[in-house]
């Protein structure tokens, strides 16, 4: 069974640092694109970031180029989300997903606040 699992939210000051795991099972994140989005409250999800499977080829929203950084541990089947210089904005809940056979797989969310 297909699982994804996010920890490491949590309260931050302006212009700090967090970072999100993504704990996977039941697949083998290393054959994959995985992917971390986020939805503030009243607003749609939006795509943060993508790692791809072949190459880790990485891939970032605008908003958040240059100060998020994802990366995959294929060993400990594991993703991560670096978010360094946050900022209120930046509040929301993030999800990890993948899609297998055409089928998206998401987790419960990890809420992330920034207070200013």
């Known amino acids: 069974q297909v699982q994804l699992v996010e920890s490491g939210g949590g309260l931050v000051q302006l212009g700090g640092s967090l970072t999100l795991s993504c704990t996977a099972s039941?697949?083998?994140?290393?054959?994959?694109?995985m992917s971390w989005y986020r939805q503030a409250a009243g607003k749609e999800r939006e795509l943060v970031a993508s790692?791809?499977?072949?190459?880790?080829?990485?891939d970032y929203a605008d908003s958040v180029k240059g100060r998020f950084t994802i990366s995959r541990d294929n060993d400990r089947n594991m993703v991560y989300l670096q978010m360094d210089s946050l900022e209120p904005e930046d509040s929301a809940v993030y999800y990890c997903r993948t899609k297998i056979l055409l089928k998206p797989y998401w987790g419960r969310g990890t809420q992330v606040t920034v207070s200013s």
């Open positions: 790692i791809l499977d072949i190459g880790g080829t990485t």
């Open positions: 039941g697949f083998f994140i290393g054959s994959y694109a």
